[in-house]
């Protein structure tokens, strides 16, 4: 199994962004599978921003950004997006995407045995 991000860079104050996560290598059938968005900036813990499932694509959003993210899947198990509004300076991080076979929950974060390389956002002022 392969993710890769796309659509990070600069933005600047204020402004949205789309970040997507395209998954290769997982099997066809059905398979129930979790993928989340993180973040981490530098000298920071890695935050874990939200989760989506595959079985019926419930979004699950941490509280901290629940005003200003969404999270959606676009093809079954293949792509998932992140979408920020109102981007601030401290929105500023490598965002990466997991995944694992299952379903969303507060363990995923270490459990998860597929992730990206991460993408680099940076909201400038």
């Known amino acids: 199994v392969q993710l890769v991000e796309s659509g990070g860079g600069l933005v600047h104050v204020g402004e949205s962004l789309r970040l997507s996560c395209a998954a290769s290598g997982f099997p066809a059938g059905g398979y129930l599978v979790a993928t989340a968005w993180f973040r981490q900036a530098p000298g920071k813990e890695r935050e874990n921003l939200a989760c989506i499932s595959s079985r019926d694509n419930r979004p699950y959003i941490m509280e901290a950004v629940k005003t200003r993210v969404t999270i959606s899947r676009i093809d079954a198990n293949s792509t998932v997006i992140l979408q920020m509004k109102n981007l601030k300076p401290a929105d500023s991080a490598i965002y990466t995407c997991?995944?694992?076979?299952?379903?969303?929950?507060?363990?995923?974060?270490?459990?998860?045995?597929?992730w990206g390389q991460g993408t680099q956002v940076t909201v400038s002022s």
């Open positions: 997991a995944a694992d076979f299952g379903d969303c929950d507060a363990k995923l974060p270490t459990r998860a045995p597929y």
